[in-house]
């Protein structure tokens, strides 16, 4: 087969040669050049470009380690943090997928020796936390965004929250039944057997008159009815009073269940529910964030999409660019009174309305709600952030 053809074992090996990872010691980190093999590397090392480098550097040779060094500090704990996040894995695999990439700087330029001195120097700085097991050393991400920080506050103390209401509901529940238990407890009749002196003697009973409107003042007698001895006839025969009910009126006002307490306490939870997040599709924001440029700062854009519930992506109003912001980026936008709104936090979160008046004081509105089963009811006080203009 000739030199130039395609498929000979020659060409295929300098095709992948040309493109993979080759051997660390045929590789200048000055030059930032692979050589495939001995010869060509000891020709770079004779070439004039990289005597020039050899001369920069023996200039000031700390500044080009402290170069490489932060170069390779940076990128690994960012592969760290955007692959694996804050889980706890092997420094070896973190390494091994870092030196995957061709343009990667290599550690015998920078001031650690071993990716174990590198491992501890990271736990030293704080950019990590390290443990070191049989298997080897071990690393996980600490993020210290402070957005991030502030989410993990706001979740726990929601999370604290919920646990105490759900302890002050069981203690409701508790304290509910015991009430319960304690009402039902009521003196049961003792039943006595009915002993007669003389059985051949007939029982008769009397009925006043006025007893019964049709029935006569006496009857006839019964053997199941109670004892003549054991049973005196009144000695009054006028008519029996009545009790008058007004006299004890019934209670209007019942107890209310455990579940009634239970149901009562959820809706007043609702009313004083918030949460951290408040972006919602087709409102529309005002971008505050100066990082854009002045170019979209204090813009005001239609949100689009939510993302995580965090994020947006919102479309300008007079340009139409597309963004994609964080929500600490953005504001709610308040219109003039008679549009119409939606609430973004709060027991009412979810409810259309229309805004009514606004206090510049308190920094809040009084709207009225147009959807849902609350339709008309008016909510004041209800601050700035809690709602926005509808698009």
């Not at 500044?63 to 060094?69: A, E, I, N, V």
């Not at 990271?122 to 936390?129: I, N, S, V």
């Not at 069981?170 to 039944?177: G, H, R, T």
């Not at 953005?330 to 549009?339: R, W």
């Amino acid at each position: 087969m000739g030199k130039s053809d395609f498929l000979t074992p020659k060409a295929i090996a300098n095709r992948i040669k040309s493109k993979g990872l080759q051997k660390l010691r045929w590789y200048c980190q000055m030059c930032q050049k692979q050589c495939r093999d001995e010869n060509g590397f000891k020709c770079h090392c004779m070439s004039e470009s990289h005597q020039r480098q050899l001369l920069l550097a023996s200039e000031n040779p700390q500044q080009f380690m402290d170069y490489f060094s932060q170069e390779f500090r940076n990128d690994f704990v960012e592969l760290l943090r955007r692959r694996f996040g804050t889980k706890r894995v092997h420094n070896n695999i973190v390494y091994n997928e870092y030196i995957s990439h061709r343009e990667h700087v290599h550690m015998n330029a920078t001031q650690w020796e071993t990716l174990t001195d590198f491992t501890k120097w990271l736990g030293r700085e704080g950019l990590c936390k390290v443990d070191e097991t049989p298997k080897g050393w071990y690393i996980q991400y600490i993020d210290r965004d402070p957005e991030t920080i502030k989410r993990q506050e706001e979740l726990e103390r929601k999370k604290k929250q919920d646990l105490d209401d759900e302890e002050r509901t069981a203690k409701f529940i508790e304290e509910q039944v015991k009430r319960g238990k304690s009402e039902k407890e009521e003196e049961t009749p003792v039943y006595t057997e009915l002993n007669r002196e003389n059985e051949e003697e007939k029982v008769v009973f009397n009925l006043a008159k006025g007893a019964s409107a049709s029935g006569p003042s006496s009857s006839k007698p019964s053997s199941g009815s109670l004892a003549n001895n054991a049973l005196k006839p009144p000695a009054v025969t006028g008519p029996v009073k009545r009790k008058d009910p007004t006299l004890n009126p019934p209670k209007d006002k019942k107890k209310k269940s455990a579940l009634d307490e239970i149901i009562e306490m959820e809706e007043k939870k609702k009313k004083t529910e918030r949460t951290d997040h408040w972006l919602h599709p087709e409102i529309v924001v005002k971008i505050i964030t100066k990082k854009l440029g002045e170019k979209y700062y204090k813009k005001k854009a239609v949100v689009k999409e939510v993302i995580d519930r965090y994020t947006a992506i919102v479309k300008l109003i007079d340009s139409g660019d597309k963004l994609k912001l964080d929500q600490t980026h953005l504001e709610t936008v308040i219109p003039v009174p008679g549009k119409q709104v939606l609430i973004l936090n709060g027991g009412y979160k979810g409810n259309f309305g229309t805004l009514e008046s606004i206090n510049e004081k308190s920094f809040s509105a009084t709207i009225v709600i147009s959807s849902g089963p609350l339709t008309g009811r008016k909510v004041e006080g209800l601050p700035y952030e809690d709602f926005s203009k509808m698009a």
